[in-house]
């Protein structure tokens, strides 16, 4: 199964069959909102509003942990987060998407950023945070319906939830970074210590602030007006994506904790825990 995470309207689609909502207990709290479930052509999806069905949890609120524990527990084995992002590059034009394929982690501490810890101690491989099986399918079909897609990027993620002063801007930039959001740490992260194939669909809506001109400069009903009118061409791409025939567990991503785990003794309070990570 397909899990999506993202804004209002990606789960809005008329073809989407079977629509209901499932609320999902978790051992580390409640995820942002109930889960949508649907099917497209015959294929199950599962969406999730990262913010709250409202839209009401600061970037630092979220509780990445049970989102991603309770697509799980679902049988969620592909993860694609569909973010709103700053571009840093001039080549990557407001409306524009983008799959990056490196995070800088530029958030603060105040987010659960791992399963692992009180008796279990784990260190997953980041070196290449994101499924490029996953990645190479979307790009795939971005190319069939002769959707631009950018490939290739560096995210860094932000604390927020103020938006970024034009030195952090320039610093971003000056140092290999093409996209700015406040989102997919430690969400990326998490997806791998999960065994989820997980890539992200970045939705350019702005310039940051590094631009001279301050027209261009980022600002909150800027980036909601061109991520909303981004929607219908982000849901065409999924659609594709949803039909495609894949094997879910080719990705290497389905195997991240082989090796990882180094408590030789397992509490037994965790032994359900690393159970679900390792399905």
């Given at each position: ?13 008329e ?9 999902v ?13 649907g ?21 630092s609120?979220i ?24 571009s ?22 105040y ?18 945070p ?26 860094v ?8 002063t ?48 301050p ?17 219908e061409?982000?849901?065409?791409l999924l ?25 030789r003794?397992i ?13």
């Open positions: 199964m397909l899990g999506v995470i993202g804004g209002t309207g990606l789960y809005q689609m073809a989407l069959r079977e629509v209901r909502k499932m609320a207990e978790t051992p580390f709290g409640k995820p942002s909102a109930e889960i949508t479930l099917t497209y052509e015959g294929n199950s999806i599962a969406f999730l509003p990262r913010h709250g069905i409202h839209h009401e949890f600061l970037p609120e509780n990445y942990r049970a989102n991603l524990w309770a697509l799980k527990s679902l049988g969620v084995k592909r993860v694609i987060s569909v973010s709103a992002v700053g840093l590059q001039a080549e990557i034009g407001p409306g524009e998407l983008a799959i990056p394929s490196q995070y800088m982690d530029w958030t603060r501490g987010r659960k950023s791992t399963f692992f810890g009180e008796g279990v101690v784990g260190h997953i491989s980041t070196a290449e994101t499924c490029p099986h996953l990645s190479e399918l979307v790009k795939k079909c971005a190319k069939e319906e002769k959707i631009p897609l950018h490939t290739g990027k560096t995210y993620c932000v604390e927020g939830p103020r938006l970024g034009r030195a952090e801007s320039f610093l971003f930039r000056n140092n290999g970074c093409h996209l700015v959001g406040m989102t997919n740490v430690p969400e990326v992260f998490l997806a791998r210590e999960a065994q989820l194939s997980y890539c992200t669909l970045a939705v350019a809506t702005d310039y940051d602030c590094w631009m001279e001109d027209n261009e400069h980022v600002s909150v009903d800027k980036v909601m007006a061109l991520y909303m009118s981004s929607i061409k982000v849901q065409t659609k594709r994506v949803f039909v495609a025939k894949v094997d879910e567990d080719e990705s290497s991503c389905r195997r991240s904790l082989q090796g990882a785990i180094v408590t003794e509490p037994e309070s965790k032994t359900e825990m690393i159970r679900v990570l390792k399905l």
